[in-house]
């Protein structure tokens, strides 16, 4: 199975955590997972192995520090399972939900979960538009995490409605983030959200890469999130 570069756990080890050798192999059988299934169907863009533990695994890692007392979290357009997967690797008390709309990837990611195997991870093949009005899931998680779902105004309104009062979102931005936030500002009052802090994602890495934390505090409105497609028709 694949083996990381140097620089992973050099960096790992900036951030403050350690990977073990069994959770290193747990991480190259689903990186072996991932890229042999890409070549059937799209999942990532990266093919080349070292890539992907660096721009796949360590950026998925970099929430750890993020993750405080969270027994639960949802990752909303899981996709390939990015990243939740490897969070759910080396936390294998987190409960673990994956939320896909797109049936191969969820079969994907039920195949990951099989074969590792991951117990604490569950696959809901299902539009966030509609998860969010289902009592299974809507104010249920402690943690929500999103990454490459749409600018914040719109992602806001996919993962808010996931959140337990006092819960997170975690969303995975890059260099336009500050300008995002700018213009998300209604929504975040709008869907009950509150405090909100912007951390570094990793030493050295590309530029302006930032993890943006929104606390909810409130409840958010019933009406949210609207039927699909209209939160990126219309984002709030």
């Known amino acids: 199975m694949f083996q990381p570069p140097t620089q992973f756990s050099e960096t790992c080890g900036l951030l403050g955590f350690e990977v073990s050798p069994q959770e290193i192999e747990r991480l190259g059988r689903y990186l072996h997972l991932l890229l042999e299934t890409n070549k059937q169907f799209n999942l990532t863009a990266i093919r080349d192995p070292d890539q992907a533990w660096m721009r796949h695994i360590l950026d998925s890692l970099s929430l750890l520090p993020h993750l405080g007392a969270a027994q639960t979290l949802i990752d909303i357009g899981s996709g390939g399972g990015l990243p939740g997967i490897p969070i ?3 936390q294998p008390h987190l409960r673990v939900t994956l939320l896909e709309a797109t049936g191969k990837k969820a079969n994907f990611l039920r195949t990951v979960a099989a074969e590792l195997p991951l117990q604490n991870v569950a696959v809901v093949s299902d539009r966030a538009e509609t998860a969010g009005h289902d009592r ?4 249920r998680y402690d943690l929500v995490t999103a990454r490459a779902v749409g600018p914040l105004n719109v992602m806001l309104e996919y993962t808010l409605p996931f959140a337990v009062i006092g819960g997170r979102v975690l969303a995975m931005k890059g260099r336009r983030a500050e300008q995002e936030l700018r213009d998300a500002g209604d929504a975040i009052l709008l869907l009950g959200g ?17 993890i943006v934390e929104i606390t909810k505090e409130r409840p958010t409105p019933r009406k949210y999130p609207r039927s699909a497609g209209t939160p990126k028709q219309d984002p709030l």
């Open 194 to 210: 509150g405090e909100i802090n912007v951390y570094e994602a990793l030493p050295d890495a590309e530029p302006d890469a930032v």
């Open 136 to 139: 299974a899931h809507r104010d």
């Open 88 to 90: 759910a690797i080396v």
